[in-house]
């Protein structure tokens, strides 16, 4: 078995509309970023990558490649799960936390585990989600952006690496 953590922030930008584990989350600004901003997306992904041992979502989709403007996180996610599966692991759990004074997650929480899930490939019981604010601390305290971070782990499926 193996264990990765994931870590991404992005601070909100007018105009751009906000998706959070593939869900779009209406009455918000949306977060400012070279790929749709999915914040929770690309802490998974790093969670993914780095309990693989396989890099960072920068080196995967680097934010200098036009190929990656504007994209879909959770096909960023659902390659991300391929390679890691590819790499002879399967992924047992992911567990995340979003750090943000708004929007609100709760009403939202299950459509995004299911979202999770299966660009993951995974069953919904095996994603958690939860929101967490920040208690006015700091600037995502004070609401300028969202910080999200996943663990997940993952178990060895072959012995070729």
């Keep these: 078995m193996r264990i990765g ?6 601070v909100f ?4 509309r ?3 584990g593939g869900v ?3 009455g918000c600004d949306g977060l400012k970023a070279h790929s749709d901003g999915d914040v929770l997306a690309h802490a998974i992904i790093d969670a993914l990558f780095g309990a693989a041992a396989l890099g960072d979502i920068g080196s995967h989709f680097p934010d ?4 990656w403007r504007g994209a879909d996180s959770m096909r960023l996610l659902a390659a991300a799960a391929d390679e890691v599966r590819a790499a002879g692991y399967a992924i047992s759990n992911i567990d995340a936390t ?3 004074e708004r929007p609100k997650l709760r009403p939202h929480v299950e459509a995004i585990r299911a979202s999770v899930a299966a660009a993951a490939g995974v069953g919904p019981g095996a994603v958690s989600v939860k929101g967490k604010t920040n208690e006015k601390m700091d600037d995502v305290g004070a609401g300028r952006g ?12 072959s012995k070729e690496k």
């Design 5 to 10: 953590q994931g870590y991404d922030s992005h």
């Design 13 to 16: 930008e007018a105009g751009r």
């Design 18 to 20: 906000l998706v959070l």
């Design 24 to 26: 779009e989350i209406p």
């Design 64 to 67: 200098t490649d036009a190929r």
């Design 98 to 100: 979003v750090v943000c």
């Design 146 to 157: 969202i910080v999200a971070f996943a663990s997940v782990l993952i178990e060895e499926t």
